[in-house]
């Protein structure tokens, strides 16, 4: 069955410290593949997305991703966490079959940041 | 220039009742697709509608029902509700330039529906 995975539900980092969220899709051809943020009580807003091409993609916030298509992953990571980054993270994915932009999303990571 | 909204942002009602929440896309957008986010979950794919007709459909019950006006505005109807159907509705519009695929989504803050 399609999925995505996001295998760690809470992850708490220190201010400053690096950042790697995991994120796992199973699929048979390349996705197009998303990560998302959803801050408490806000709608999700598009961090970098990733379609064809180099497989290290640059977002916003100083975000960057890279498909690993041998490991069917899609990893999100940042240099150097801000408080502001505490937030829920989804890893999301259009099927290459599909015929219309339904987009497939991860349960979500929790990020929380320690002073 | 505006973001995609939605109304109302909260909403209570019982079981058996219907509900109607309402979407505008961002302004020259054609396509709006609703989701349904449940508490402690990813948010999941009800409908997409571009040019008034129904694009994609996920796998949700008959007591679903959405339809998009010539503005392109967006209403999604819920019949008899279920204690389940409590959950954040998110709705996403897109420029949608013939791949749907690729298209990025901007979401709007969503409306939380309580059933009680």
Redo the contacts between chains.
């Keep these: 069955a399609q999925s995505v995975t996001q295998p760690d539900i809470h992850i708490t980092v220190s201010e400053g410290a690096s950042l790697e969220l995991r994120c796992n899709y199973s699929y048979g051809a390349t996705p197009y593949l998303f990560w998302y943020v959803q801050s408490p009580g806000q709608g999700l807003q598009l961090l970098l997305k990733y379609f064809s091409g180099d497989t290290l993609v640059q977002g916003i916030k100083g975000f960057e991703a890279e498909f690993k298509r041998s490991q069917s992953s899609f990893n999100l990571r940042k240099p150097s966490v801000h408080w502001s980054d505490a937030a829920e993270y989804f890893c999301a994915v259009v099927p290459g079959y599909s015929s219309a932009s339904k987009i497939i999303f991860g349960s979500g990571t929790r990020l929380s940041i320690r002073p | 220039d505006a973001g995609?909204t939605q109304s109302p942002t909260h909403l209570i009602k019982t079981r058996g009742q219907h509900v109607t929440l309402r979407c505008s896309p961002i302004s020259g957008h054609k396509?709006v697709?609703w989701?349904q986010q449940v508490l402690?979950?990813?948010?999941?794919?009800i409908f997409?509608y571009y040019e008034k007709e129904e694009?994609?459909r996920?796998n949700f019950p008959d007591r679903f029902s959405a339809r998009q006006f010539p503005n392109y505005s967006s209403e999604l109807n819920v019949n008899a509700l279920l204690l389940g159907d409590s959950a954040l509705y998110?709705c996403?519009s897109?420029a949608?330039q013939g791949t749907?695929?690729?298209?990025?989504?901007?979401?709007?803050?969503?409306t939380r529906l309580l059933v009680l």
Excluded at chain 2, 100 to 110: A, C, I, K, V
């Design positions: 995609v396509s697709s989701y402690g979950q990813g948010p999941q794919f997409q694009r994609g996920g998110l996403a897109s949608t749907f695929r690729s298209e990025t989504q901007y979401f709007g803050p969503g």
